[in-house]
C-alpha cells in the first residue's frame, strides 16, 4: 500500500523556519522524483520545489529560492522541505508529490500558516 505522510507543519511567525517531512512507503522510493507542492485558500496548487530520484539537480519556484531548500533521505524513504525566512504569504496547505513517469502519489497534505 503506497502511503506519503507529511508532518512538519504549524503556525510560525514571519521570518521563523519549518522544516517539513514526508515520509514514504509501499514503493521503491529512490525511483520516484519527489516534489513539494502548496495551494493557498482560493488559489489554485502550485509547485515549490522538486528532485529527482537519486538527488542532485533541485529546482525551486521563483518565490521561494533562496529561502526553501529540497532534500531526501533514500535509506529513509523521506524527502523534506526546509523553509526559511518564511513570509505570510507562503501560508498554504503543503502536499508532496512522489512521480515516476504516469505513476505519481500524493500526500495529504499539512497545514503551514505563517502569521503574527
Known amino acids: 500500500q503506497v502511503q506519503l505522510v507529511e508532518s512538519g507543519g504549524g503556525l510560525v511567525q514571519p521570518g521563523g523556519s519549518l522544516r517539513l517531512s514526508c515520509a514514504a512507503s509501499?514503493?521503491?522510493?529512490?525511483?520516484?522524483?519527489m516534489s513539494w507542492y502548496r495551494q493557498a485558500p482560493g488559489k489554485e496548487r502550485e509547485l515549490v520545489a522538486t528532485?529527482?530520484?537519486?538527488?542532485?539537480?533541485?529546482n525551486y519556484a521563483d518565490s521561494v529560492k533562496g529561502r526553501f531548500t529540497i532534500s531526501r533521505d533514500n535509506t529513509k524513504n523521506t524527502a523534506f522541505l526546509q523553509m526559511s525566512s518564511l513570509k505570510p504569504e507562503d501560508t498554504a496547505v503543503y502536499y508532496c508529490?512522489?512521480?515516476?513517469?504516469?505513476?505519481?502519489?500524493w500526500g495529504q497534505g499539512t497545514q503551514v500558516t505563517v502569521s503574527a
Open positions: 509501499g514503493f521503491t522510493f529512490s525511483d520516484y522524483a
Open positions: 508529490q512522489a512521480l515516476m513517469g504516469r505513476s505519481a502519489y
Open positions: 528532485m529527482p530520484g537519486r538527488g542532485g539537480y533541485t
